[in-house]
């Protein structure tokens, strides 16, 4: 990635006191987090004031690289990014959760990330919400499947999860007022409850 420095700079600074916290370390560092995390845990007990630029001044060229490069994803100098698209994400096949890991090549002496592991075995993939080994997919197949299930329920399966009522919408268009109504309900919904209700339906 070619980085305009005056906005990397801005960018790293604003991440770093706005964004940064145990989460976005393992997104960036992957599997290899903890070392990072320990590390910067070390650093900022000392002194909050400074702690980003010791940080970054303990990490190799790679791994200052990797950081760089997270934060001018999120930010633009201050500007908040638009989050990535829903075919760039990936979620657990079986639940939807956000929560995966994938096992990776790291190397053992300075904890730089190598490369990931291969693409196709399953047992190298992990869901933390399944806690164990799952297949992933993309954001958007797993939304349009919970859509395509949605769209299939019957009245009496809508009414049981939205607390609505068939009798209560009764007008000049028959049903429809009743399908909108909870349409307009199960759009409301964030991502996390409709994977939870749409999970649920499949045990």
């Known amino acids: ?33 903890k070392h990072f995390w320990e590390k910067w845990n ?28 997270r934060a001018v994803a999120l930010y633009d100098g201050k500007a908040l990014r638009e989050e990535p698209h829903d ?5 657990c096949d079986a639940c939807g959760s956000k929560q995966i890991e994938i096992q990776a090549w790291v190397d053992a002496n300075n904890a730089e990330y190598l490369s990931d592991v291969d693409d196709d075995d399953t047992d190298c993939k992990w ?26 329920l019957d009245f009496i399966t809508m009414e049981s999860i939205t607390g609505l009522h068939e009798t209560d919408y009764f ?24 994977r939870e209700l749409y999970f649920k339906s499949q045990s």
């Open 42 to 69: 070390s650093l900022a007990s000392k002194s909050i004031l400074g702690a980003a630029e010791r940080f970054y001044a303990e990490l190799s060229d790679n791994n200052r690289e990797l950081l760089v490069n």
């Open 171 to 194: 007008s000049e268009d028959g049903l429809q007022s009743f399908v909108d109504a909870c349409n307009d309900w199960w759009n409301g919904q964030d991502y996390d409850t409709q």
């Open 1 to 33: 990635m070619r980085l305009d420095p005056v906005n990397a700079v801005s960018s790293f600074h604003y991440y770093m006191w706005n964004a940064w916290g145990e989460e976005e370390c393992k997104i960036t560092f992957g599997c290899a987090y």
């Open 87 to 91: 075919d760039d994400v990936y979620v």
């Open 127 to 152: 869901c933390a919400d399944c806690e164990q080994s799952q297949n992933f997919c993309t954001l958007s197949d797993y939304k349009q499947r919970m859509e395509d299930w949605w769209k299939d």
